[in-house]
């Protein structure tokens, strides 16, 4: 069995729709399933739907309304069959979805729960659009909702999912199908509760959605179908000799997702892993190209599998002799970043403890800022500490592979290209699973290094 992962920029229009059909007829005698994403853009308009509702601005939401119907019924305006049992179906949970927002608008408020229902429409019209779309087509197919398949834990908005529970529905519900040759057209990004509750999995979820059910099901593998080639050894857009990786390990693709490449979901690999299924991340345009295969083993050479430098973030120092031999005081920056919710992307502290560095996204640093100037002011009045000092133009490159695990030398060669090309490192943060490498330096720095590195690291292992 396959699961096909469908995104919103792949059903984008009705050449979209038509191009699924052409995936379902390349799976060939497979059984599939697949996996759908909103329409590009829904999930952000149902979001914006949700906020007229939450400021009761009623003129607003009727017009948001119209727009969000309009958007699907033009998708459905183009497509070469049959439509009007689809625009029908539409409709009627079009209607739903209008007096949702219509009564979260009088009461000006949208519970955490209210939210994810109105935010589970994106998924619901995409995959009645796509089911109905393959049917028309001579396709025998039936749409599945998250929540008949997707169990999760009560927490709204960013759900985890209960493997257990939605292993037995997904078979409960799935399997049958399967075995009647009919085409399940599951929505994505949603699921329910153990009561029923409509939940979602967090922005770009379907992803997540895709990888519990090949797991669930025991697919062979799971394709994910997006924009790109595969993954790339680096951002083309800045790395024209950017190359294809044939191969990558769950745990590259991992890394790869939190630094840089926003391929994929970052705990999409997770259920993936534990089962041993192996992914492919494949262009949704181009049936013909073999993608990056994701499995338990990645290409032993090259050692650095992909370069990407992360713009946007800030480097805080917190200096001052007071910070040596002093307990808690470690503990007491990060609490009061994480109170304010201010995520950590890099640590680094020396042995002398007179300073600790640290990496945070550039839009979080006023707040970072308050917090710290806040939790520390009785040092910085006393001058145990000397200040607090934000740097925003710097930039990190992450380079991660499997092959830097074990093998001496890498770090060196790294740090020694970037001595002999005068670049200047600032702060460097090793993990110990030593798949990935990040460091900072100067914005200004950040072409040149990335070049310097690529064509060194990257390109002699064609
Ligand atoms: N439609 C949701 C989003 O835009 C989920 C997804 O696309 O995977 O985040
Ligand atoms: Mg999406």
Same mark, same amino acid.
């Given at each position: 069995m396959l699961i096909l992962k469908f995104g919103g920029a792949s059903l984008a229009d009705a050449s979209g729709f038509s191009r699924c059909v052409s995936w379902f007829e390349k799976a060939g005698t497979n059984p599939c399933v697949f996996v759908v994403s909103a329409l590009y853009g829904v999930t952000n308009h149902l979001l914006e739907l949700i906020r007229f509702s939450e400021e009761s601005l009623a003129g607003d939401l009727q017009d948001g309304l119209i727009h969000l119907r309009n958007r699907h019924f033009d998708v459905i305006k183009q497509m070469d069959i049959d439509t009007e049992d689809l625009k029908r179906e539409l409709d009627l949970e079009f209607l739903d979805l209008k007096s949702l927002l219509e009564s979260t608008c009088v009461l000006a408020e949208v519970?955490?729960?209210?939210?994810?229902?109105?935010?589970?429409?994106?998924?619901?019209?995409?995959?009645?659009?796509?089911?109905?779309?393959?049917?028309?087509?001579?396709?025998?197919?039936?749409?599945?909702?998250?929540?008949?398949?997707?169990?999760?834990?009560?927490?709204?908005?960013?759900?985890?999912?209960?493997?257990?529970?939605?292993?037995?529905?997904?078979?409960?519900?799935?399997?049958?199908?399967?075995?009647?040759?009919?085409l399940p057209v599951v929505a994505g990004f949603t699921g329910r509760t153990p009561n029923g509750q409509t939940t979602t999995l967090g922005r770009g979820g379907t992803d997540l959605s895709a990888s519990i059910l090949g797991s669930a099901l025991g697919a062979k593998e799971v394709w994910y179908l997006k924009e790109t080639d595969g993954i790339l050894s680096a951002d083309p857009k800045l790395m024209p000799k950017a190359r294809l990786i044939p191969r990558l390990s769950y745990s590259e693709m991992a890394e790869l997702s939190y630094f840089g490449?926003?391929?994929?979901?970052?705990?999409?690999?997770?259920?993936?892993? %534990?089962?041993?299924?192996?992914?492919?991340?494949?262009?949704?345009?181009?049936?013909?190209?073999?993608?990056?295969?994701?499995?338990?083993?990645?290409?032993?050479?090259?050692?650095?599998?992909?370069?990407?430098?992360?713009?946007?973030?800030?480097?805080?120092?917190?200096?001052?002799l007071g910070m040596a031999g002093t307990p808690g005081m470690a503990g007491r920056l990060f609490s009061a970043l994480a109170?304010?919710?201010?995520?950590?992307?890099?640590?680094?502290?020396?042995?002398?403890?007179?300073?600790?560095?640290?990496?945070?996204?550039? %839009?979080?640093?006023?707040?970072?800022?308050?917090?710290?100037?806040?939790?520390?002011?009785?040092?910085?009045?006393?001058?145990?500490? %000397?200040g607090i000092v934000f740097r925003t133009d710097v930039c990190v490159l992450a380079l991660v592979g499997e092959g830097m695990a074990g093998t001496p030398g890498i770090a060196g060669k790294v740090f020694s290209l970037m001595g002999a090309n005068g670049i200047n490192i600032i702060l460097i943060a090793q993990g110990s699973s030593e798949y990935n490498i990040s460091f900072v330096i100067d914005r200004q720095n950040m072409e040149e290094a990335l070049k310097v590195l690529h064509s060194e690291l990257c390109e002699s292992c064609q």
């Open positions: 519970s955490p729960r209210a939210r994810d229902r109105i935010l589970s429409y994106g998924e619901r019209f995409s995959s009645l659009m796509v089911s109905m779309y393959l049917m028309g087509k001579g396709v025998c197919a039936r749409r599945v909702l998250g929540e008949e398949v997707i169990v999760t834990e009560a927490r709204f908005g960013n759900a985890i999912p209960m493997l257990i529970e939605t292993g037995r529905e997904a078979r409960r519900v799935i399997q049958p199908l399967v075995e009647e040759k009919i490449a926003k391929v994929i979901h970052p705990i999409a690999m997770h259920p993936l892993k %534990d089962s041993g299924i192996e992914a492919r991340i494949l262009n949704f345009a181009n049936l013909n190209n073999l993608g990056t295969v994701v499995g338990k083993v990645s290409d032993p050479s090259p050692a650095i599998k992909a370069i990407s430098p992360i713009p946007g973030i800030a480097l805080v120092t917190v200096e001052g109170r304010e919710r201010v995520n950590v992307l890099m640590i680094s502290q020396a042995s002398s403890e007179q300073n600790i560095c640290l990496v945070i996204h550039r %839009d979080e640093a006023p707040v970072a800022q308050r917090a710290l100037t806040e939790e520390f002011s009785r040092e910085i009045f006393s001058k145990e500490i %000397d």
